[in-house]
């Protein structure tokens, strides 16, 4: 697919934008075409939810709007793993803040509605997220840094792409 050899050593996914409505699922491929996750979104939930699962359909994140609140946010269930997805209240650039329950938290930020932006930790890049890399429409990539939680990090992915088009 060629989007590999980003800065980033771990691997890279192929995602699909504008498909994310409540109700439906797509698939997440590897840089080899491997479909390796499914996103489900359901469509029978008072709230935006997204179920994130592997390639059987084991469930491994459960991502769910929170609804009454001052802002927007999301949460992310991964085993006994907690996250909050929200978006800065301040800032000229997209900006998102994910607190990680008895982690360390992570930003995401750039051009988040152009699919061009960085998940940090710390300072650290952990992973890019790029449309520059596809000839295909409504398409993009995202690329890790090895040793981090794919899961997790694709569920963000996830949560920031909902929540930019909400």
């Keep these: 697919m060629g989007f590999r050899d980003r800065g980033l050593d771990g691997p890279t996914f192929q995602m699909r934008e504008k498909l994310m409505a409540v109700g439906d699922d797509y698939w997440i491929e590897d840089d080899s075409g491997h479909r390796l996750f499914k996103v489900n979104g359901k469509a029978a939930r008072l709230r935006e939810t997204f179920i994130l699962e592997d390639a059987n359909g084991v469930e491994l994140c459960k991502i769910q709007e929170k609804k009454l609140s001052v802002r927007d946010k ?46 940090e930790r710390d300072g650290d890049t952990v992973a890019k997220v790029s449309k520059k890399w596809f000839r295909v429409r409504d398409t993009y990539g995202v690329q890790l840094a090895s040793g981090q939680d794919v899961a997790l990090i694709l569920a963000i992915t996830v949560c920031v792409d909902a929540m930019a088009r909400g």
């Design 74 to 119: 999301m949460t992310i269930e991964h085993g006994s793993t907690t996250a909050t997805v929200h978006k800065r209240l301040l800032g000229i650039r997209d900006h998102y803040v994910i607190d990680v329950e008895g982690g360390e938290d992570l930003k995401a930020h750039g051009n988040i509605l152009d699919h061009e932006y960085e998940i």
